[in-house]
């Protein structure tokens, strides 16, 4: 079946350090979508892709469509404590069956 | 909108019960859908709905699980018997327009089950 390769699978950096993880896969997505889940919640949306070469930004954080459409990253500057959680990339694939497809998490934890 | 709605957020049972989870999407949406979250398998799907009708069901672990959209304001996932191994975390989604391109799902809190 279609899947996601997330990497790295978790990280601790020091606050203030980039972070980067990205999503890799062998099939052809039309939609990119980075979700983060903090402890206890559900998975809230970070940012939506929608075109390849897309780079979009939010705040301190910047999520790019790979031009090939079978990858995406997502960049975090300048960590802060409340970063910590679990980063999930999603896409959709090109036959649009209204279902995504997740990757397996990066839990991220920031040492103050 | 209160968003995606589970209940309960915890729930604790004994092997052998039956359990059912509760899910009110968002209004508007057509799509429904129910995942199971643990550490060995990470983020499942089980099931989604479109317009109140199962599209697919191939993530079901067995016959004991069932879910169910009697209408688009609600949605139960039920697990009969439980068992301990049916302890994980299980979310709701919902979402709007298959051909909006958009397809963003808006994730409930979250059911806490624990099969002792």
């Known amino acids: 079946g279609q899947q996601l390769n997330q990497s790295p699978q978790s990280m601790f950096i020091q606050e203030g350090e980039d972070v980067s993880m990205n999503c890799t896969s062998s099939?052809?997505?039309?939609?990119w979508l980075w979700y983060k889940q903090d402890p206890g919640e559900g998975p809230v949306l970070l940012i939506a892709?929608?075109?390849?070469?897309e780079l979009t930004s939010n705040g301190r954080l910047t999520a790019q469509f790979g031009i090939t459409r079978k990858d995406s990253f997502l960049n975090i500057s300048a960590s802060i404590p409340s970063d910590v959680g679990i980063y999930f990339c999603?896409?959709?694939?090109?036959?649009?069956?209204?279902?995504?497809?997740f990757g397996q998490g990066t839990t991220l934890q920031v040492k103050p | 909108d209160a968003g995606v709605i589970q209940s309960p957020r915890h729930e604790v049972t004994e092997m052998g019960q039956e359990v059912t989870l509760r899910c009110k999407p968002i209004?508007?949406?057509?799509?429904l859908f129910w995942y199971r979250q643990t550490m060995m398998r990470g983020l499942e799907l089980l099931i989604y709905f479109n317009n109140n009708v199962p599209i697919d069901d191939s993530g079901m672990p067995e016959d004991r699980f069932s879910a169910k959209m009697p209408n688009a304001s609600f949605s139960t996932l039920k697990i009969q018997p439980s068992e301990p191994r049916d302890s994980a975390v299980y979310f709701c989604a919902s979402s709007f327009g298959r051909y909006s391109a958009k397809n963003i799902q808006y994730f409930g809190a979250g059911t806490r089950l624990s099969v002792l």
């Open positions: 099939s052809i997505f039309n939609t």
């Open positions: 209004s508007g949406h057509d799509y």
């Open positions: 892709l929608y075109k390849a070469g």
């Open positions: 999603a896409g959709q694939l090109t036959s649009n069956t209204g279902k995504l497809i």
